[in-house]
């Protein structure tokens, strides 16, 4: 089984547009697509759509916290997701013929040293039946900077493989504590060692110094352009097919649920790379947010290549 955390948690809004943005006018919404979102609800679904049982867990609040709920249970998602007194935000994805996608993130209510405490007390319980747990996304206002090198730490004592999808400090930080796997994309690796990064060799060059620190599995998404996996069997690059792309929007996650799930099953790393950008490329061409269709999955997953470097 797989557990997700998001700490973050947000009822995720597609708006589809027919005409290009055009700021400061009054503009109306072809089509929403809602979804319980947050980086590791995306994770969960898609978790679930590869066969795998997933516990979905982290914290909501208020009316929007139950709504994320009800469209959890409408997803056959399981879920138990720790109370807090604020409300869960909201982020908004925009989807126009022009601009592609551009996304509106709520930063996110205030959480409680006790709430904090609170869900640290649960953690254990949370992850006592998976073998894997993905912890993804921003932390609201008021947590710990530090939460999530916590909660890597509590998960490796408990034997389990811990998955990393973070950004920023929050990374930094999280990677002191050596989770299983991570998977920055190029600005967050620049960002990690204040470089700018120029090519493929750049990217795998630090990608092994962060393998070095003892991260089991370092993946480097390169969006359209596939991924790299740095491991101790090796450097693995994997080209996706050429693909006409849907709604990009946390197709990040979908390469983290299709990790998780690899590693569950203990696929050898080729397996996983290409299990991985199938799930990721595959997601990318649906309109809905951390879902992909089975069957585009099986038609799109012969196509990647995946090569030993
Ligand atoms: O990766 C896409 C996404 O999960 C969106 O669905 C939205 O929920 C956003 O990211 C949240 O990102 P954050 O970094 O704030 O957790």
Do not use: W
């Not at 101790?232 to 946390?250: C, D, F, L, M």
Request: aromatic residues 6%; hydrophobic residues 40%; charged residues 25%.
């Amino acid at each position: 089984m797989i557990t997700t955390i998001t700490l973050n948690a947000s009822i995720d809004k597609a708006y589809s547009m027919k005409e290009a943005i055009v700021n400061g006018t009054v503009m109306r919404v072809a089509e929403c697509r809602n979804s319980a979102g947050g980086k590791g609800l995306n994770v969960a679904r898609i978790a679930k759509t590869c066969g795998s049982r997933v516990l979905a867990s982290g914290m909501c609040g208020g009316f929007n916290g139950e709504y994320l709920k009800s469209m959890l249970d409408q997803d056959g998602i399981p879920h138990r997701m720790i109370r807090i007194a604020g409300e869960t935000r909201s982020c908004i994805n925009i989807l126009d013929p022009k601009y592609g996608s551009t996304e509106y993130l709520e930063p996110g209510t205030m959480v409680t040293a006790q709430e904090e405490q609170h869900f640290l007390e649960q953690f254990p319980e949370l992850i006592a039946d998976s073998r894997v747990v993905t912890i993804s996304g921003s932390i609201p206002k008021g947590m710990s900077r530090d939460i999530y090198g916590r909660l890597i730490r509590l998960a490796k004592e408990a034997g389990k493989k811990v998955i990393l999808d973070t950004s920023g400090d929050l990374l930094a930080e999280g990677l002191k504590f050596q989770p299983t796997m991570i998977k920055p994309n190029r600005d967050e690796i620049e960002a990690l060692f204040g470089i700018e990064v120029h090519s493929t060799e750049d990217v795998i060059e630090y990608a092994k110094k962060l393998a070095d620190t003892g991260i089991e599995y370092v993946v480097i998404s390169l969006g359209k352009d596939g991924a790299l996996l740095v491991c101790k069997e090796g450097v693995y690059q994997g080209i996706a097919p050429s693909i006409q792309a849907v709604n990009t929007v946390g197709c990040g996650d979908s390469m983290v649920g299709a990790f998780a799930v690899a590693l569950e099953r203990e696929y050898s790393p080729e397996q996983a790379l290409t299990y991985a950008i199938a799930v990721a490329s595959s997601s990318a061409m649906s309109p809905n947010t951390g879902d992909f269709d089975p069957e585009v999955f099986q038609r799109i997953h012969d196509q990647v290549v995946v090569k030993k470097i």
